[in-house]
């Protein structure tokens, strides 16, 4: 968990590029998101927390970002620690990648997936996917309104799945 704590604060701590934070709320979990460009790699930090279950996933990660004309892919792993309540915690790396579309200055969609196979996660967990899909409203330069859809599940050895976040969500985001 230290190593978390101090690679997320490493994170947050990279020079000033163009970074942007968000936070969102869901049915039964909240989330916050942290991201800083430089040149063409993506640093992010990550928390996701169901209030209901006591259930947290934290990770780090990086990516190369890909410009697509006015559209950005981002390719790349992110570092997982799956902490559920009444279980040991999990570690599991997961590859994917983001894709966000601008439609109008305003408007743009974006979606989101990521995956832990067997072979690249800890102890019992067998798979781990994280993803998301939505569309963000620029307010204003620096200030963002989003709303979309959260999938985040994990499934071990028996087949017993923890899923920590399945809906809607809307979410406040900053760019700095």
């Known amino acids: ?39 063409q790699l993506k640093l992010s930090a990550d928390l996701l927390y169901n209030y209901d279950h006591e259930n947290t996933i934290a990770n780090i990660g990086l990516g190369k ?26 570690y599991a ?36 996917v ?3 899909v939505g569309v963000r409203f620029n307010i204003s330069k620096p200030i963002a309104i989003d709303f979309g859809y959260r999938f985040s599940q994990a499934e071990f050895h028996d087949r017993y799945t923890r899923t920590v976040a399945d809906g809607l969500y809307a979410g406040v985001g900053l760019k700095f």
């Open 130 to 132: 994280d993803s998301s």
């Open 65 to 90: 970002n890909i410009p697509l004309g006015d559209n950005t892919l981002t390719v790349g792993a992110k570092a997982n620690l799956l902490d559920f309540n009444y279980s040991d915690t999990e």
């Open 93 to 128: 790396l997961s590859f994917g990648g983001d894709l966000t579309i601008p439609l109008t200055q305003q408007f743009s969609i974006y979606g989101s997936a990521y995956w832990a196979p067997s072979f690249a996660s800890s102890g019992s967990l067998t798979s781990y």
């Open 1 to 39: 968990m230290r190593f978390y704590i101090t690679a997320c604060a490493l994170a947050l701590s990279v020079g000033a590029h163009a970074s942007d934070f968000s936070s969102s709320i869901g049915h039964e979990y909240v989330g916050a998101h942290y991201s800083n460009n430089i040149n």
